[in-house]
């Protein structure tokens, strides 16, 4: 049984003043096993952000459906999802420690077993130094750690990450994604991530959806066959370049009608 | 204390002492402007005696009502509305054009509403204040990133909880300028309708003053409005410092 699964998921934007309906998105077929790392990759605009909030039930889909855990995704956000976002999403009124809180808080979780969860988190996230710091003294990179840190302490099955490294620089994407990989290894969660690098699909994912442009469907879902262990390095693995070569080429034609629309 | 600090102390007492030495030379009549060390004195004496402990209460505590009704209303209104964009449309251009409106013209039909106690002194403030903060609560959440929004939906959070946990916290500062607008304009409107009918109060005892030419007492208790508008905007502003010290960049 899948951990979640998609059927005919279509999204169409309805009509606004100037402009007509938009079909942004399907139909889509997806099957998550438990535990998978899977990573989408497209063109801009060919609807990975809409497929995500679909999948988390920020909005519903037009036709179609998606199960989570065999329960049908519909209204809201199910309990055992988390969302990672590309944009800084930390309060900027509360410190790291109950930024990282926030849910559990939230969820009605008492103060020890808060303090033990952020604890463990920020511990993890290497934030401990930071606890009493607010979002606006720390980097980029620190602000989107304390955003996973926020979801990693209600414990998700299913984390879905929307471009979260999208706004840092080559050396710390590599080393969020390790820690990502960390992450994954350690909660046991199935993540689904969105990214508009191929790189950094081929070095995370067991596999990688090759998404086409507007109205995004998959073209390919291609399995990169790496170890569970694996960690940042595996780019210099001979399959690495064949397999993001392979990614380039069902990608660049559809990146190219993509360009041209805009 | 910064430069810029001592600079403007400087200032400030520069003009006392132009003021007081303007005075007491006699180039500015008695009957028209009394010396600051005089009014200073002339205020220490009323305090000390009690003499008008009532009005100071009466004022304080109405101003202090106004306050506390106009930034409830306002940001539960604010916020109300922020949730109703078709409202919101409608409303837009009579809140533009509210402070147009002449609130004291209305101070009769005030008194045929609240009577000829404290409420329509109270009303004015309010009336006053209460559309500062729902502008400013409006604009703040106006400005509050979608993907905070998002992440209230991702804890589950219903709207009330997202309003008061989320959206009203990250709109803070925008909120904070309409409390301090609210808090301003409070004075302006209850020590204003003070001079008009009322029989007590800082703004009727002024008033009183002035009609009896005891300057006096007018002066010492224009002081002292001076003096507690200041100390309190500038505790307001230390606040909000520190406020927006938290958010700001490193």
Known sequence: MSHVALRGVTRVYPARAGQGEVHALGPVDLDLARGEFFAVVGPSGCGKST????????????????????????????PGIGVVFQEDATFPWLNVHDNIAFGLRQAGAGATDVAAQVGY????????????????????????????????????????????????????????????????????????????????????ADRVGVMSARPGRFLDVIATGWPR?????????????????????????????????A | MSKTGLARLGVLLFLLLLLETLCRLGVIPSFTVIAPSAMAESLARILASGRFAADIGATLTNVGIAI??????????????????????????????????????????????????????????????????????????????????????????????????VRLPCAAPYVFTGFKLAVAYSFI????????????????????????????????????????????NMSLHVWEKRLLARRRRA
């Not at chain 2, 992440?151 to 309003?163: E, F, I, N, S």
């Not at chain 2, 005892?205 to 002292?224: G, P």
Request: charged fraction near 15%; aromatic fraction near 10%; proline fraction near 4%.
């Open chain 1, 229 to 261: 262990g694996r960690d940042s390095t595996i780019v210099a693995n001979e399959s690495f370049g064949r397999i993001t070569s392979r990614i380039w080429t069902l990608l660049r034609g559809e990146s190219i009608r993509a360009l041209g629309r």
């Open chain 2, 68 to 165: 506390a009704a106009s930034s409830v209303a306002g940001v539960v209104f604010g916020t109300t509305l922020h949730g109703f964009a078709a409202a919101r449309r409608v409303l837009d251009p009579l809140f533009a054009t509210y402070y147009a409106v002449p609130m004291y013209a209305f101070y009769p039909l005030l008194i045929v509403i609240f009577g000829l106690g404290d409420l329509p002194q109270v009303a004015i403030g309010f009336l006053l204040a209460v559309m500062a903060v729902v502008i400013n609560t409006l604009n703040g959440l106006d400005r509050v990133p979608a993907v905070l929004a998002k992440t209230a939906r991702v804890h589950r959070l219903g709207p009330l909880r997202t309003a008061l946990q």
């Open chain 1, 51 to 78: 497929l995500l909030d679909v999948i988390a039930g920020l909005f519903p889909a037009t036709a179609g459906e998606v199960k989570f855990e065999n329960t049908l995704v519909k209204g809201q956000v199910p």
């Open chain 1, 121 to 204: 988190a920020l511990e993890f996230m290497g934030l401990k130094d930071f606890a009493r710091a607010y979002p606006a003294q720390l980097s980029g990179g620190m602000r989107q750690r304390v955003c996973i840190a926020r979801t990693l302490v209600l414990k998700p099955r299913l984390i879905l990450l929307d471009e979260p490294f999208g706004a840092l620089d080559q050396q710390t994407r590599l080393l969020m994604g390790d820690e990502l990989l960390r992450l994954w290894r350690e909660t046991g969660a199935t993540i689904l991530l969105i990214t508009h690098s191929l790189d950094e699909a081929t070095m995370l």
């Open chain 2, 189 to 232: 409107g209850v020590i204003g309708a003070e001079f008009i009918t009322s029989s007590r109060g800082i703004g009727y005892e002024i008033s009183f003053a002035y009609n009896n030419f005891d300057n006096a007492v007018m002066y010492a208790m224009i002081l002292f409005i001076l003096v507690l508008v200041i100390a309190v």
